[in-house]
């Protein structure tokens, strides 16, 4: 079963902060995070493990709740170059596969 | 070359017709895998391998098959496509099969089935 992703669109002004919330049904042994630009292929950002542990790459940072079966993306200052969907993946129990979540869709303005 | 290339870059196709895309990756990856992304539905596994010589199911294996006779190569087959595989296919490959590794996605192809 696919993780829902909240919102499912944010428009953002250049310097604003944004959350992107990844909830799943399943209990997750793992969340990804990947970020799509239009017309590329997704390029990863980060993993995080069962631990509750949290990562930052950039202004970029992530934490995960494994008793909660949610993991959150944090975007700090945003910049232009942010703009993009991003997607969670999570992996749970036995299997070593991801299963995407539908996206959320990142515009980041002037 | 380097990391993740898929051929063709897009298609137009008829249905009922076979068609194979392909995926080379050249950074000794052993496990490789292949998704469909559709508006709204993100990215969902299509199939998958571990290593050569293995294949496994994802999602929506349905009217798609794979085979991977080496590291390099996991050819996805359409063996009568339909409408409903109108779709972006993606590859994509990870050092390892098995839980939480990068997976490095190729640039996609685009296909139309008629």
């Known amino acids: 079963q696919q993780p829902v992703q909240s919102p499912q669109a944010v428009i953002l002004r250049e310097g604003e902060d944004a959350v992107i919330n990844c909830s799943s049904s399943?209990?997750?042994?793992?969340v990804h995070w990947y970020r799509q630009k239009h017309g590329e292929a997704p390029v990863f950002l980060m993993i995080?493990?069962?631990?509750?542990e949290q990562k930052g790459h950039d202004k970029i940072s992530a934490s995960f709740n494994e008793k909660k079966q949610q993991s959150s993306l944090y975007l700090t200052a945003s910049q232009l170059s942010y703009s993009g969907t991003y997607f969670c993946?999570?992996?749970?129990?036995?299997?070593?596969?991801?299963?995407f979540g539908t996206g959320t869709r990142l515009q980041v303005t002037l | 070359i380097a990391g993740i290339t898929q051929a063709p870059t897009s298609q137009i196709l008829a249905a009922g017709r076979r068609m194979t895309l392909r995926c080379t990756q050249d950074?000794?990856?052993?496990?490789m895998y292949w998704y469909r992304q559709d508006l709204g539905l993100g990215l969902r596994l299509i199939h998958y391998?571990?290593?050569?010589?293995?294949?496994g199911k994802g999602e929506v294996p349905d009217g798609y098959s794979v085979s991977r006779a080496n590291t390099d190569d996991f050819p996805l087959t359409l063996a009568s496509a339909v409408p409903s595989q109108t779709s972006v296919y993606f590859c994509?490959?990870?050092?390892?099969?098995?839980?939480?590794?990068?997976?490095?996605f190729g640039p996609g192809t685009r296909l139309t089935v008629l």
């Open positions: 994509a490959s990870s050092p390892r099969g098995g839980k939480s590794n990068e997976q490095f």
């Open positions: 399943k209990a997750l042994y793992s």
């Open positions: 995080l493990l069962k631990g509750g």
């Open positions: 993946g999570t992996e749970g129990g036995t299997a070593s596969k991801l299963t």
């Open positions: 950074m000794r990856h052993n496990a």
């Open positions: 391998s571990n290593t050569a010589g293995t294949t």
